[in-house]
């Protein structure tokens, strides 16, 4: 690769872990794609509850030694500037797509991003870059959760965090198996939540109260995108399972074994290089049976405020950078 082959773009970045504040806009050299890959101009990424913990340091053991300054950013849509060889795209493609800041410690909050086009679908006409930018990692980790979980039809799965991304899309694809499903849900998003697919709504002030009283031996599953963690267990039958967005602490996972409950992590992850399950929820949400949601747009220069209003709670859907 030549020094002219590596392209000058402008991202969100950090030069140390911290808060909201370490976040800048910063330059990075971005290398053409190889083989199966994209160079994208981006044009949406959603802010996730993982580039917080990244920017927090909590992945710092699996980035290692990458290179500074680090660039969260987990799922992007944009066009096709230029394609590696084998990659079943041409320039001006309009696509969605997910990546992971992981390997490199650079995510795609970035004007430019290399992606590998196994983890990118194209978009369909009239879905909007910001709406398209907020289906790949979030309805990937909904999909990964229900198959980790493995339900059968007519089993109990209680939802925390219903108005959240992963959490509306969830229950979408839940209701959609046929799970009886319970969500927790302020009193003012009730209707939302019943419209996703809830059966029942749960107070979030008393979860485990409140779903004991709508499943009196405890439900099959729970899907935790709201990380309570071992608070939950008491929620569960034993023998159920719970899936978990982050992992347990040492001193919760005794806790889980003595409740007889299974606990996954789920990570997104295991579904990447699968193009087929990610346009099969393109699919989905072309045929309006998946809803996108921005909660709200803002430009890349105001990441941090960005991360401390994902942090404070209560966003509907996802903040998303528009580039």
Known sequence: MSVRDVVRAAAVGFHHYGGPDVLTMVEVDVPPPGTGQLLVRTRATPVNPADVWFREGGVDRLVGDRPWPRVPGLEVAGTVETCGE???FVPGDRILGVTTFIDSGRGCQSEVAVLDAADTALMPPGMGFAEASTL???????????DTLDLPPGSTLLIVGVTGAVGAYAAQLARAR?????????????????????DVCVSRDDVVRGTLRAAPRGVDGVIDTAVLGSSILGAIRPGGRLALMRPMSGAERPEAERAGVDVHLISVRAY??????????VRQAAAGD??????????PRSAAEAHRRLSAGGTRGRLVLEW
């Not at 790949?136 to 229900?146: E, F, G, K, V």
């Not at 699968?274 to 929820?281: M, N, Q, S, V």
């Open 178 to 198: 046929g799970l009886r499903v319970l969500a927790t849900a302020r009193e003012d998003d009730q209707a939302y939540a019943v419209s996703l697919g809830a």
């Open 272 to 281: 990447q290089g699968d193009p087929d399950r990610l346009a099969g929820l």
């Open 290 to 299: 998946l809803r996108l949601r921005v909660a709200d747009t803002v430009p």
């Open 136 to 146: 790949p990692m979030s309805a990937l980790t909904a999909l990964a959760s229900l």
């Open 86 to 88: 084998g990659a079943p």
